[in-house]
């Protein structure tokens, strides 16, 4: 019996002639000093594991600041002034989902 692991790539490819920097942000050189928002959408343990992030990003990359706002349910977007705190605050946000 032979085992066999498969590995999937998650990353899209590059389509020839497209304009990567009219579709992504631009990246950071360092994420030293910056400010990193946290969008909780109300799954359980999300919040456990945003903190643990936090504080990583903040140890090992010299993040700022970190600002969280969760949303009321998973199912329904954030308040517009949450988006509007993350836009005017945050240099990078990460929103995402638990369980």
Do not use: W
Not at 48 to 76: F, P, T, Y
């Amino acid at each position: 019996m032979v085992d066999m692991i498969t590995l999937y790539n998650p990353t899209a490819a590059q389509s020839k002639g497209s304009d990567v920097d009219s579709i992504y942000a631009p990246r950071f050189d360092t994420l030293q000093g910056k400010v990193l928002g946290f969008i909780d959408n109300a799954k359980p343990n999300f919040n456990h594991l945003i903190d643990d992030i936090a504080e990583l990003m903040v140890a090992r990359h010299g993040i700022a600041r970190v600002i969280k706002r969760q949303k009321r349910a998973a199912s329904v977007p954030a308040p517009e002034a949450v988006y509007a705190e993350m836009v005017e605050h945050c240099d990078l946000v990460i929103t995402g989902s638990g369980d």
